[in-house]
């Protein structure tokens, strides 16, 4: 029996997973729901089983087919159908951040929990194997400094994702959209955050496009419970170039340079051979593959980061947006 899987927001991200899970023999994609319902109509004809229904609701959608799991693909500002999924008892999959709210995160939590749901968020990162060593080494060897984030160029294109990232009250801001990345591996690799502090550069990005509401650069200075300490940082109006994905990891036996999106590794040991690990290129279909496993076992015990240990991610990048609100420190509760 395949695994039959809906989608709600058949956007960018959405195909990334749907590329991948269609290549798979044990699983086949047979709803797609969408408020554009023209989008999900295109997804379910390119990726859809025979007969695969096509929604632009997602309670419609969940009260129509019967599912085995469901992934979620929304801008920050637009969860809460993941409600249906757990009345419906359906295992689901969503990328990160998993929300822009927090009182509606925890109300999806409280219902996870009482369920004893399956799920899985989108830390792709999580499964890599450069990321899984460093965190293994890191063990008798506590990280001391850590430094990361995302500089890039002001997004300009009107269309997908960036009709909505550009928008605070959609996105939240780049911390709280991408460098969320940087932040979970950090929880990952380094333990805990205990304390956030951020200061953010606005309205000197010239040219930013109409709508753009976000803050140009973010630095963040994080106190981990472990002891050590971190400082994060982004920008999306460094227009000359010069930017990248970053992840430097400091302990006293250790160093951990993480660079590029696919965050290829760099790792140097104190008396070792220096170390390189190479980003796996078809990250999505490694993390896609657990999520299934999980389900058809009703086991999530592959699955490398669940809907509570997303929701802590959330809450250190809500912590940094409410820090530089009110421009003091901000323990992350
Ligand atoms: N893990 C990664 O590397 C990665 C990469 C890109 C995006 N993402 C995340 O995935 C999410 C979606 O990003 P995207 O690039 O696919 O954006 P997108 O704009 O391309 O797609 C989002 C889709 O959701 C639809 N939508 C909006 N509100 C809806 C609702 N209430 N019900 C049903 N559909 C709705 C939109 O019409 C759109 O088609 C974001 O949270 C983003 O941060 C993660």
Redesign the pocket.
């Known amino acids: 029996m395949k695994v039959r899987i809906g989608f ?7 195909e990334a997973h749907m590329k991948g899970l269609v290549k798979r023999e044990d699983v086949e994609i047979t709803a797609f ?4 319902e023209e ?1 999900a109509r295109r997804m379910a004809e390119r990726y859809g089983a025979k007969g695969a229904r096509v929604f632009a609701d ?1 309670k419609e959608m969940f009260k129509t087919v019967e599912l085995d799991a469901a992934y979620f ?4 500002h ?1 969860h809460g ?1 993941e409600l249906y999924a757990v009345e419906a008892g359906v295992p689901f999959f969503v ?3 998993i929300n822009l709210y927090l009182s509606q995160a925890q109300e999806i939590l409280a219902a996870v929990k009482e369920r004893g749901m399956i799920t899985s968020v ?1 830390y ?1 990162n999580r499964y890599r194997k450069g990321v899984q060593t460093v965190r293994e080494l890191l063990r008798d060897d506590p990280p001391i400094l850590v430094l990361g984030g995302w500089i890039g160029g002001t997004p300009r294109a009107r269309e ?2 960036w ?2 990232w550009i928008v605070k009250e959609k996105s939240g801001g780049q911390f709280h ?1 991408q460098v969320t990345h940087t932040v979970d591996l950090v929880r990952f690799i380094c333990g805990e955050v205990e304390e956030v502090h951020a200061y953010v550069a606005k309205g000197l990005n010239v040219g930013a496009p109409e709508g753009y509401s976000i803050e140009d650069a973010w630095v963040v200075n994080m106190k981990l419970k472990g002891g050590g300490v971190a400082n994060l940082w982004a920008s999306c109006s460094a227009n000359a170039g010069g930017g990248g994905v970053t992840l430097s990891i400091y302990a006293n036996r250790t160093t951990a340079l993480f660079s590029g999106w696919e965050h290829s590794l760099r790792l140097l040991r104190a008396g070792e051979e220096e170390r390189r690990i190479p980003g796996e290129p078809n990250i999505f279909e490694i993390e896609d593959a657990a999520f299934v496993e999980a389900v058809k076992k009703g086991d999530p015990s592959s699955i490398a980061c669940d809907y509570e240990d997303g929701f802590k991610t959330m809450k250190v990048t809500l912590a940094a947006c409410e820090s530089a609100e009110k421009g003091e420190p901000v323990p992350v509760g």
């Open positions: 709600v927001g058949c956007g960018g991200i959405a729901c969408d408020v554009n989008r997602a693909c929304l801008p920050p637009a159908s990328e990160k951040p989108g792709m997908g994702i009709s909505w959209e």
